[in-house]
Nanobody, 118 residues
Framework: QVRLVESGGGLVQAGESVRLSCAASGFSFSTYAMRWFRQGPGKERELVAAIDKTGGSKTYASSVKGRATISRDNANMMLFLQIDNLKPEDTAVYYC???????????WGPGTQVLVSS
Protein backbone atom coordinates (compact mmCIF):
# COMPACT_ATOMS: atom_id res chain seq x y z
CA GLN A 1 0.00 0.00 0.00
CA VAL A 2 1.36 3.40 -1.00
CA ARG A 3 1.71 5.67 2.00
CA LEU A 4 3.11 9.11 2.73
CA VAL A 5 2.89 10.27 6.33
CA GLU A 6 3.83 13.82 7.21
CA SER A 7 5.00 14.91 10.66
CA GLY A 8 6.84 17.68 12.47
CA GLY A 9 4.23 20.40 12.49
CA GLY A 10 2.98 22.27 15.51
CA LEU A 11 2.67 25.69 17.05
CA VAL A 12 5.74 27.86 16.49
CA GLN A 13 6.62 31.50 16.97
CA ALA A 14 7.23 33.81 14.06
CA GLY A 15 10.93 33.91 13.29
CA GLU A 16 11.53 30.34 14.39
CA SER A 17 12.14 27.30 12.19
CA VAL A 18 10.25 24.11 11.52
CA ARG A 19 11.47 20.86 10.00
CA LEU A 20 8.81 18.71 8.45
CA SER A 21 9.28 15.03 7.65
CA CYS A 22 7.50 12.73 5.26
CA ALA A 23 7.83 8.98 5.65
CA ALA A 24 7.24 6.99 2.46
CA SER A 25 6.34 3.34 2.11
CA GLY A 26 4.81 0.97 -0.40
CA PHE A 27 6.52 2.33 -3.50
CA SER A 28 9.96 2.85 -4.97
CA PHE A 29 10.68 6.20 -3.34
CA SER A 30 14.02 6.80 -5.02
CA THR A 31 12.44 6.70 -8.49
CA TYR A 32 10.05 9.58 -7.80
CA ALA A 33 10.52 13.30 -7.81
CA MET A 34 8.84 14.62 -4.69
CA ARG A 35 7.04 17.79 -3.73
CA TRP A 36 5.75 19.65 -0.70
CA PHE A 37 2.43 21.46 -0.90
CA ARG A 38 0.56 23.53 1.65
CA GLN A 39 -2.95 24.82 2.15
CA GLY A 40 -3.52 27.77 4.40
CA PRO A 41 -6.88 28.69 5.95
CA GLY A 42 -9.20 29.92 3.22
CA LYS A 43 -6.53 29.50 0.57
CA GLU A 44 -5.90 27.26 -2.40
CA ARG A 45 -3.39 24.48 -2.04
CA GLU A 46 -0.02 25.61 -3.36
CA LEU A 47 3.23 23.99 -4.36
CA VAL A 48 5.96 24.97 -1.92
CA ALA A 49 9.02 23.03 -3.01
CA ALA A 50 10.10 20.22 -5.31
CA ILE A 51 13.09 17.92 -5.51
CA ASP A 52 14.23 15.50 -8.18
CA LYS A 53 14.88 11.80 -7.67
CA THR A 54 18.48 12.20 -6.54
CA GLY A 55 18.14 15.45 -4.64
CA GLY A 56 20.35 17.27 -7.10
CA SER A 57 17.70 19.68 -8.35
CA LYS A 58 15.43 21.71 -6.10
CA THR A 59 12.87 24.43 -6.76
CA TYR A 60 10.93 26.68 -4.42
CA ALA A 61 7.88 28.89 -4.48
CA SER A 62 8.68 32.58 -4.31
CA SER A 63 6.84 32.75 -0.98
CA VAL A 64 9.47 30.55 0.72
CA LYS A 65 12.53 31.00 -1.48
CA GLY A 66 15.55 31.82 0.63
CA ARG A 67 13.85 30.49 3.78
CA ALA A 68 13.10 26.89 2.83
CA THR A 69 15.23 23.82 2.18
CA ILE A 70 13.85 20.61 0.71
CA SER A 71 15.89 17.44 1.06
CA ARG A 72 15.52 13.70 0.87
CA ASP A 73 17.07 10.50 2.22
CA ASN A 74 16.45 7.80 -0.34
CA ALA A 75 18.02 5.07 1.79
CA ASN A 76 15.45 5.65 4.50
CA MET A 77 12.62 6.75 2.20
CA MET A 78 12.25 10.13 3.85
CA LEU A 79 11.49 13.61 2.53
CA PHE A 80 12.12 16.79 4.52
CA LEU A 81 11.22 20.45 4.41
CA GLN A 82 12.80 23.02 6.66
CA ILE A 83 11.44 26.55 6.73
CA ASP A 84 13.36 29.21 8.60
CA ASN A 85 12.24 32.65 9.72
CA LEU A 86 8.63 31.52 9.81
CA LYS A 87 5.91 34.06 9.16
CA PRO A 88 2.23 33.95 10.13
CA GLU A 89 1.40 33.47 6.45
CA ASP A 90 3.26 30.15 6.56
CA THR A 91 0.40 28.82 8.68
CA ALA A 92 -1.00 25.88 6.72
CA VAL A 93 -1.39 22.15 6.50
CA TYR A 94 1.67 20.79 4.73
CA TYR A 95 1.52 17.75 2.46
CA CYS A 96 4.13 15.72 0.65
CA UNK A 97 3.40 14.02 -2.63
CA UNK A 98 5.15 12.14 -5.39
CA UNK A 99 5.13 13.29 -9.00
CA UNK A 100 3.26 10.90 -11.27
CA UNK A 101 1.10 7.81 -10.79
CA UNK A 102 -0.22 6.71 -8.36
CA UNK A 103 -0.18 10.25 -6.93
CA UNK A 104 -3.12 11.62 -8.87
CA UNK A 105 -4.81 14.95 -8.36
CA UNK A 106 -7.04 13.60 -5.59
CA UNK A 107 -4.32 11.69 -3.77
CA TRP A 108 -3.26 13.36 -0.53
CA GLY A 109 -1.84 12.14 2.73
CA PRO A 110 -3.00 13.29 6.15
CA GLY A 111 -0.73 16.36 6.19
CA THR A 112 0.85 18.07 9.16
CA GLN A 113 -0.40 21.37 10.57
CA VAL A 114 1.96 24.29 11.09
CA LEU A 115 0.59 27.22 13.05
CA VAL A 116 2.78 30.30 13.24
CA SER A 117 1.95 32.80 15.93
CA SER A 118 3.07 36.42 15.70
Amino acid sequence: QVRLVESGGGLVQAGESVRLSCAASGFSFSTYAMRWFRQGPGKERELVAAIDKTGGSKTYASSVKGRATISRDNANMMLFLQIDNLKPEDTAVYYCKGLGAPFGTSWWGPGTQVLVSS
